[in-house]
């Protein structure tokens, strides 16, 4: 046992000395490695355990990882109390973490235990006078803050005081200081006081506003403000006709829920496993109420929706778990029950929708469905919705039968392959053919809807052609002008099953034209509300699939307008129709890669080939992209952007990215605010619709200045999206797009550069500097170059790596702008680094690197060649010496010499002649050395 012992805690000891080791070079994550086996391998309780936990602080300090180095270096004085480099630490992470009060107590600890420190007495006297300033402006707050309650809650007081005292208390809330004494002072209480009699809007906002920003990243806030007021009490603030009260009270259920799962309003942040599982009670309340209240008859439509969205942005959560708990407590029947709903029915116990519930359902629905992950899972979805569908049906009233269309056609517009297994049961299409062929205006108006949904599939078109077409052809002669407009979708929808395909035509030619005529007449009609004219730019999305069709809609400007205004309502329903028109316009859609060699076999084996039609030729699509930009399609875009459909964002970012294809229209895009609107659809989202969004962003960033187009904190914000696009998958123009941006965005500021070291870009930037391809590795170089004007990356160069090798073999590369890319790299690099100075020459051909960049004809690359060898000179004797044993000193003699020579390359070769006469390693030309009768001479 004891042998046992020794053996560990030899081995723990050589792990120490490895990861101090990697400490010296700078490898911070091998250092964590090292010094974390080397305390697994110690005992509980042993002292040494002390110094390998303060050394592991110590690299996450580097890392920037203070959580981890606080609680190394707490566990560490567990073993040894007041050890000065632990407590010296631990300083310094926590004030990294604004921890200063406690940072200050480490401190004065430190200079008490070991008062000759002289490392701590600047950060002591630093802190001192922050925590104290801290201390009067607490004191201040409180005062401000009692004066603020006094007039806000005053409810005689004057109506622009209690304003602006609420504001100010809005301001002070997002501060920590400010709503700590807030919170302390009992301001929940006062607000729920205030807001059950409260009539000013602005009041009511600001007083809602105050505690969705008390409970922002506080846990212990957020459970006393919900033990305090309930979620019921923010159901009943959200429950009214005010979208800003509706919104703020949305906002502060979102806040909560965040603050209770580790989340932030970050696109890219999730749940933490931890938080979730500790405060399980909690959340799994609020998503029972929001359930519960969701089918409530007293709820406000607005407020409906609300709801639907906060179960909708946080259902795909796994951690939370909230779609399997939605089809465990029936919450599929629930959101079935609300999209069966029908504004035309109106009795004692109907609900009050919007135009855009059924469409929040429907994307809600899809969002739970992609999340069921195995075949039992989607089995007992399905089961939830069959269970419904049966319930209604089970009774004969024809409003039953009503609602359960109304319930299908949202299915079908949400997860398709539910809505098309429904739909496919005995008798089920039967129905709906029914109900379209009757004279009642309402069964008529659904049973239309529901085929139109139901035409997705082309298996299903056939069927539905031969059945469903002279219904609708009967139905397009109604009187009703909502009939018509249903009945005309139907016949656009069935019209275009043949797709971009200018071979097939499922009508007589010309068919398509009439249909895209009858379209826009109700499109630009004034006197259509918006309903008719969002079911009018549906059909128009299947119809503009005929090039023919497209060429004619984008020559009728008023068409243009009314699509481009109608997206401007932000109506949800339109969201689809309006979209696809224009991604279609655009060819912004997926097409098939041709292969040549599956084309010949096709032909021999007389399968149908697609063919293109001659007006989807670039000309034409970038005519059609050119008008569309001049019209305002940005601003329609950034105002669809708002919709929760991870689908209809995939075809914005399509649209998007399709204009930025045109280097003269990336102005407009950013002028309007695309380049914002973008962002989010990059971080969140189907994958392609990511690509298509990060790709417009680096095309962007590749021929507009990053900071008019990514002003502020959004030159730091776009950096992840453009990291994405270098993975294998993506095609090399989305390579070559996104590393000429980095580039640009690389040589703003230190800031930036150290975001994309953050994001872990370095690694994925400098895989493309091994690849074949010339523009992919010329531009991977560029970004480098860029990149080590950082500190941390000449760090990273001087570590055990062969990275500044490979900058040497590439400035000797036959593309021109790729070796004055490694040559540029390689002269920012020795300039401040002697480590990578000593790297170069131990390079077996950096001699020929050096001759190669000297003697070449391009003056940009003599010049960083001649630097780089200055550099070299100037570093250190031992690399001078290396020079002098090669022939590059006489190049430099030559070159300093030549009449017609580049005057900074002269300057830099003269600069290196007389450092090395300073190293004693040449003697001057004609001097006194060398004079053979000089008498002074020695042996």
């Not at 723990?12 to 086996?37: I, L, M, P, T």
Request: aromatic share 6%; hydrophobic share 40%.
């Amino acid at each position: 046992m004891p042998q046992e012992s020794a053996n560990s805690v030899q081995s723990a000891q050589q792990w120490k000395e490895e990861g101090n080791a990697a400490f010296k070079e700078s490898d911070w994550h091998a250092a964590v490695r090292c010094y974390s086996k080397a305390i697994q391998l110690t005992k509980d309780g042993a002292a040494e355990k002390s110094v390998y936990l303060k050394n592991r602080a110590a690299a996450y300090l580097k890392l920037g990882e203070n959580e981890k180095a606080v609680a190394d270096c707490s566990a560490a004085l567990d073993l040894v109390p007041n050890d000065p480099k632990s407590l010296f630490r631990r300083c310094q992470a926590l004030e990294a973490l604004e921890r200063l009060e406690e940072a200050y107590k480490d401190a004065r600890q430190v200079h008490a235990v070991d008062p000759g420190n002289k490392a701590i007495q600047p950060i002591l006297a630093r802190l001192h006078g922050i925590v104290q300033e801290r201390l009067k402006f607490m004191s201040q707050t409180t005062n401000k803050v009692a004066k603020m309650f006094e007039i806000a809650f005053d409810m005689s007081a004057e109506k622009e005081k209690r304003e602006q005292a609420l504001n100010n208390m809005v301001v002070l809330a997002r501060e920590n200081s400010g709503s700590d004494v807030m919170f302390k002072e009992g301001v929940i209480t006062k607000i729920a006081a205030l807001l059950k009699t409260e009539k000013n809007e602005e009041m009511f906002l600001g007083s809602v506003r105050i505690i969705g920003e008390l409970c922002k990243d506080n846990l212990e806030r957020t459970k006393s403000i919900l033990h305090q007021l309930g979620v019921p009490w923010f159901l009943d603030i959200l429950n009214c006709q005010s979208e800003n009260q509706v919104n703020a009270s949305q906002y502060c259920l979102q806040t909560i829920l965040n603050t209770l799962s580790g989340m932030t309003n970050a696109p890219e942040s999730k749940p933490q496993a931890e938080l979730c599982e500790a405060n399980k009670t909690e959340i799994d309340t609020l998503l029972t109420c929001l359930l519960f209240s969701v089918t409530s008859r007293t709820l406000s439509g607005l407020g409906r929706d609300a709801i639907i969205e906060l179960i909708m942005r946080n259902v795909h959560y796994s951690t939370l778990n909230w779609a399997f708990r939605l089809v465990e407590i029936r919450g599929l029947q629930r959101l079935m029950e609300v999209a069966s709903e029908l504004k035309e029915y109106k009795y004692e116990s109907s609900m009050e929708i919007t135009d855009s519930t059924r469409s929040l359902v429907s994307v809600c629905l899809a969002r739970i469905y992609e999340n069921m992950y195995y075949d039992k899972a989607r089995q007992d979805f399905v089961a939830n919705i069959d269970d419904f569908v049966k319930g209604k049906l089970i009774t004969p009233e024809i409003e039953s039968k009503v609602r359960v269309v109304v319930a299908l056609t949202s299915l079908l517009l949400g997860p398709l392959d539910v809505g098309n297994n429904i739909v496919a049961r005995d008798g089920m299409m039967e129905m709906i053919l029914v109900m379209a062929g009757t004279d009642d205006v309402l069964q008529q108006k659904v049973a239309c809807e529901c085929i139109i949904a139901a035409s997705s599939k082309k298996d299903k078109i056939k069927s539905i052609i031969t059945q469903g077409v002279n219904i609708l052809k009967k139905l397009y002669q109604s009187k009703d002008d909502g009939i018509r407009v249903r009945a005309l979708v139907g016949l656009c929808k069935l019209g275009s099953s043949g797709g971009t395909d200018a071979s097939i035509r499922p009508f007589a030619d010309g068919a398509t034209t009439k249909l895209a005529e009858a379209c826009r007449r109700f499109l630009i009609s004034p006197s259509k509300d918006v309903d008719m004219r969002r079911w009018a730019a549906e059909g128009l999305s299947y119809l503009t699939l005929d090039a023919d069709v497209k060429e004619k809609l984008i020559a009728d400007r008023a068409a243009i307008h009314a699509l481009i205004e109608l997206a401007k309502t932000g109506n949800q329903a339109a969201v689809y129709g309006v979209v696809t028109t224009f991604v279609n316009l655009c060819n912004a859609y997926e097409k098939q890669e041709i292969i040549p060699e599956m084309v010949e076999l096709a032909k021999f084996a007389k399968h149908h080939i697609p063919e293109d039609h001659e007006l989807d030729d670039p000309d034409f699509i970038s005519k059609r992209l050119i008008i569309l930009a001049n019209e305002g399609i940005t601003s329609a875009l950034v105002s669809l952007a708002k919709t929760e459909s991870h689908n209809s964002k995939e075809l914005i970012a399509r649209i998007f990215n399709a204009i930025c294809g045109q280097q003269e229209l990336r102005g407009i895009v950013v002028q309007q605010g695309g380049a914002k609107a973008l962002l989010p659809m990059a971080l969140e989202g189907t994958e392609k619709g990511m690509r298509q969004a990060s790709q417009a962003l680096a095309r962007i960033g590749i021929t507009m200045n990053p900071e008019i187009a990514f002003p502020g904190q959004r030159n730091l914000e776009v950096i992840r999206p453009l990291l994405t696009l270098l993975h294998p998958e993506c095609t090399a123009l989305e390579n070559f797009e996104s590393l000429l941006a980095l580039c640009n965005l690389a040589g703003l500021n230190e800031t930036v550069r150290q975001r994309i070291i953050k994001e872990q870009g370095i690694a994925k930037i400098e895989s493309y500097m091994f690849e074949e391809h010339e523009m992919l590795c010329r531009a991977a170089t560029q970004v480098i170059t860029n990149l080590i004007l950082s500190p941390d990356m000449v760090k990273l160069y001087e570590a055990k790596n062969d990275r500044t090798k490979y900058l040497v073999l590439l400035s000797a590369d036959e593309d021109l702008d790729t070796a004055l890319a490694a040559a540029g790299a390689l002269a920012q690099l020795t300039a401040v680094s002697k480590k990578c100075c000593k790297k170069v020459v131990q390079v077996e051909t950096w001699a020929e690197s050096m001759r190669a960049l000297l003697g070449n004809p391009d003056v940009g690359l003599q010049y960083r060649g001649a630097y780089i060898v200055n550099n070299l000179m100037q570093s250190c004797k031992e690399v001078a010496e290396k020079l002098i044993e090669t022939d590059i000193m006489e190049i430099l003699m030559a070159l300093s010499l030549l009449e017609d020579g580049d005057e900074k390359v002269k300057k830099s070769a003269l600069q290196a002649l007389s450092t090395a006469e300073d190293w004693k390693l040449i003697k001057k030309p004609g001097g006194p050395e060398e004079d053979e009768e000089n008498e002074d001479d020695v042996d």
